[in-house]
């Protein structure tokens, strides 16, 4: 059985939040929680899927906004998943200050991802391969999913666009490099499931992408 996955528009900024679960276990973990995430919370309880951790593709504040909403009854918040490069930028709110907010500091991460690694969910040993995929971010990551023919990208590669650079931490020449050899490597049939906007697919993006 395969892992399934959930797709939820969140926010002011309409950023996507994803609930990966394999049906099985009935385990499940949320990419990227947004603001208003406790939308992802009533769709787990809804199927009997246990929140066991969450991973973020990379911490800007509108992708870890929604950490808060994800805690339990006892107040106890899931694991929580970054690269280590990403740290800092997690550690200051996101850079949240920069639009004139100020995110609550969330729980402290207990888990780091490195390239090339590969998650377990539930009962599925495999099933997810981290990618190191810098450029928007210095820690910024791609979550692939063979057997679903899909990748979760964060905010490297979008429907006919790239993630922005001029964030602090962006690189646009170092991004580029991400996206040809961590996205473009991957089949060309697999679904790129963006930070924002509608999902595309590897091959979509190499021959319409006007940026690439």
Known sequence: MSVEILSFTLGPMENNTYLLADPASRSAVVIDPSFESERVLEAAAARGWTLTAIWLTHAHFDHIAGISALTSKEGVFPPVGVHPADLPLYRQGGGSHLFGMRLPPGPEPSFAFAHGQTLALGSLPQAVEVRHAPGHTPGHVIFYLPAAQAAICGDVIFYRG????????GDYDTLIHSIRTQVFTLPPA??????????TTVAGEQDHNPFL
């Open 190 to 199: 697999t679904r790129l499931l963006c930070g924002h906007g509608l999902e």
């Open 162 to 169: 790239i993630g922005r650079t001029d964030l602090p931490g």
